[in-house]
């Protein structure tokens, strides 16, 4: 199932061609995207996912089209989405530099999609992660802007050769980290750790994208009481919690049961806890 509207709200057929083969998009990876959840037709953290597309083409110096004809989309997507049957979608937000050779001008669409039974059974059930060197230090992203680090770009071959590298280890997910052993993010999430009543996550000046979900549940747990944390922190820790989470638009809070092979904490009462604080927020 999809549903594509282009930023004038037009909905168009999904499988249609709708791209130029000299789009710098396709040619290079050039452009920047990000992925929303929608709920029973409310699509959460909507204002933070428009600020990082923002941010992310701040980075690529790219234009990027205002932000009403993002939300003229989105409600094209939303208005013509089966809810009776459907009740979640991810809705992705694409936009890329334009044409090869051409004036700047960006081509971008919103495309909801199903949320598939795989990424359900993650939710419940948990997922086993392998860490991975990213091969950068967590200050590369002051010293060499250029890279790119925090931008949420199409460019994302390595992130899933990263996943593919995790299944072929047995996993399903990876925790990236820094030449200097810290934690840094997920292919697709956001690493959250849980010390007694504090969660602690990485910052993004350790070039890192900001993360949406992880800054909804920040949000529910600090007014539960919870004292939470931005700052670096090394994968020893991630054994040593009291719970790991990855968090992302689609597959929410979700736990981690497994880390390189080795079974680390996880607590059903305060995995519940966490969720539920998540979803208050809506």
Request: net charge negative.
């Amino acid at each position: 199932m999809r549903v594509l509207a282009l930023l004038d709200g037009t909905i168009v057929d999904p499988q249609a061609p709708l791209f130029r083969a000299d789009d710098l998009g396709v040619t290079r990876g050039d452009g920047i995207f990000e992925t929303i959840l929608v709920a029973d037709r409310q699509p959460r953290e909507i204002g933070p996912h428009l600020d990082r597309l923002e941010r992310s083409a701040g980075l690529m110096q790219m234009e990027l089209p205002e932000r009403a004809a993002w939300e003229r989309a989105v409600q094209a997507v939303i208005d013509n989405w089966p809810w009776d049957t459907d009740p979640e979608m991810a809705l992705k937000l694409v936009c890329t530099r334009g044409i090869d050779g051409g004036d700047g001008t960006p081509h971008g669409f919103a495309m909801g999609m199903q949320v598939g039974e795989d990424t359900r059974r993650k939710r419940r059930d948990g997922v086993a992660a392998v860490t991975l060197e990213r091969g950068y230090a967590p200050d590369l992203k002051e010293r060499a802007p250029w890279l790119l680090l925090s931008a949420k770009t199409l460019s994302y071959a390595v992130n899933m050769a990263a996943m593919r590298e995790a299944e072929a280890r047995g996993a399903e997910e990876v925790i990236f980290t820094a030449t200097d052993g810290s934690v840094l993010e997920g292919p697709t999430s956001t690493v959250v750790i849980a010390q007694g009543k504090t969660l602690l996550t990485t910052p993004p000046s350790s070039g890192i994208l900001q993360g949406t979900t992880q800054g909804a549940l920040f949000r529910a747990a600090e007014r539960a009481g919870w004292r939470t944390e931005v700052s670096k922190f090394p994968a020893s820790s991630l054994f040593e919690a009291d719970g790991v989470w990855m968090c992302s638009s689609v597959r929410l809070v979700t736990q981690v049961h497994t880390i390189d092979g080795t079974t680390v904490k996880t607590d059903p009462d305060l995995h519940t806890e966490l969720t539920d604080l998540y979803e208050s927020n809506y």
